[in-house]
């Protein structure tokens, strides 16, 4: 229970900032925290909308990716389980092995079905 003479909490909060050295530009995601209420997910909405836009991410994003061996197939994510929901999924739908690797790791994870499904 919070004490009645403490101070109340400060409403000037500090917005993360992305920068992206191929635009030369900086933002502040202020806007995205106070008018969109995407709260803690500011950053990767912005950086999805970032490369949606300009077809790339803002500089200090590190995305998973998955890669078919047997197709053309492939995704990029910013969370490791969503890059592993769709390596999963591939690979149960067309039996094709998957690779999924980091960008600041050379780990890398194979996605194989079993046929015996």
Request: proline share 4%; aromatic share 6%.
């Amino acid at each position: 229970m919070s004490d009645p003479d403490d101070p109340l909490p400060d409403d000037d909060f500090d917005a993360p900032t992305v920068t992206c050295e191929r635009c030369d530009r900086e933002w502040d995601l202020s806007k995205e925290f106070d008018d969109l209420g995407v709260g803690n997910h500011a950053v990767e909405q912005f950086a999805l909308d970032h490369r949606r836009h300009t077809g790339h991410f803002p500089d200090e994003i590190a995305t998973w990716r998955a890669v078919c061996r047997n197709c053309t197939e492939e995704a990029e994510r910013l969370a490791s389980d969503a890059a592993t929901r769709w390596a999963e999924t591939h690979a149960r739908h067309t039996r094709h092995a998957v690779e999924i690797r980091h960008a600041r790791s050379d780990e890398t994870t194979l996605i194989e079905t079993d046929d015996a499904e």
